[in-house]
């Protein structure tokens, strides 16, 4: 009997060795055949279909347009012979004058224009999609999301107040290359910066108190860093201002820009500055030594239309120069690419709302390197990640209500990567700065 079980136990060991060895034998392939698997096998029909389903489109195209090319040089062709019959009668009478003759020239001239560029034939392109989106999602490319979601709290959390551990309703935020923390600490009209793994910041600019004086701030919104001058700038929104100050001489301040209700700020790879002003409901491109700054969104007025913004927040630049805009009181964001009289709406615009397809006071916009737009959906208590073209977005972060659980937030605003493209959340209200590590 002991002997049979164990026979029983050595061929089942042996038919999993078997299986093991197989599994590796796939393995091996599957790393030789990388251009063969199953999903590459699917975007290779996707492009069959719709290559095919291109030339078939082109096709009948084609065909229509002969058809109706036939009619039109059959109609020119009858308006020719009656043209040549008329010519051929005055020539033969010989009673013509100059007047005629102009007449026969501007027939033949309207003949031939209609026989090179017939005006009732013409190719409209249609800008809605007809070929099926294809995109390829990798959770390797992800923030880790609700179940398991790894999250801490790497700035403030002890409450609102002016301790080097607190935080007064935080702002904007930037991180440097060695994940310093750079905060906008709006009631609190300073800047701090936490260092990696720190238990309290310092004080980078302001902190003196409210006011506009060369050592203070007043509600500073948002900062970005300015690498090629190893300086920060500042939107200090309160003083109707945009400041530098240089990392290394905390003393040293410039103002870049006065008399400007700024808010968001981004700067683009050759130091020019983009500043959303809320007064006058747009975004200008600032370089240096500029008095006014280049409009570059909107600038036709508050309201809703594609070329307008109603109360534009943060901001973000890509590598394209598309400028991305949350569009507050629009609840939306809108990109606008480069020299362009308009934006699109790459997310929400479905009206004030917490549904999947909407957004309720967007602040903080970012864009990480697949294109996935990040934003902090501030009424809401979430984040939401959307891919433009998309009708609705996913919940990345929060959507549990607003509250201070580790799920939770109350009124995100500023949003940033580090150079791994872990996600950094203001939590306004929480008085806090939260991590979200990529997996």
Known sequence: MATANRQTIKTQLDAIINDHDQLQQTIIQQKQNLHNSALIQQINQWETNSIHQIQQTAQRCREKLMKSTQKSINDVEKKFDKLSQKLKEIR??????????????????QITDELLTPSNISIKEDSQEFITKISVISLF????????????????GNGQGQK??????????????????????????RIV??????????FIAGGNGRGNQNNQLCHPKDIVSDKENNSFIISDQGNNRVIRYFDQNQTSQQILISNIHSFGLTIDKNGFIYISDQENHEVRRWKQGDTKGELVASGNGKGDRLDQLNYPENIFIDENYSLYISDKENHRVMKWKKDTKEGIIVAGGNGKGNSLKQLSSPR?????HLGQIYVADCENHRIMRWCEGDKEGEIVVGGNGR????????????????????????DNENHRVQKYEKI
């Open 193 to 202: 910066k936490w260092r990696l793994n720190s238990n309290q910041g310092q």
């Open 141 to 156: 490319e992800q923030i880790q999301t609700k179940k398991n979601q790894f999250e801490m709290t790497v700035a403030g």
């Open 403 to 426: 509250g201070n659980q580790s799920n939770q937030l109350s009124y995100p605003t500023g949003l940033s990567f580090d150079d791994e493209e872990n996600l950094y959340v203001v």
């Open 164 to 189: 080097l551990n607190q935080l007064g309703y935080p702002c904007g935020v930037f991180i440097d290359n060695e994940k310093s923390i750079y905060i906008a600490d709006g009631h609190n009209h």
């Open 92 to 109: 033969q009478e010989n009673e013509f004058n100059e007047i005629d003759l102009n007449h026969f020239q501007l027939k033949l001239k």
């Open 364 to 368: 903080g916009v970012i864009v990480n």
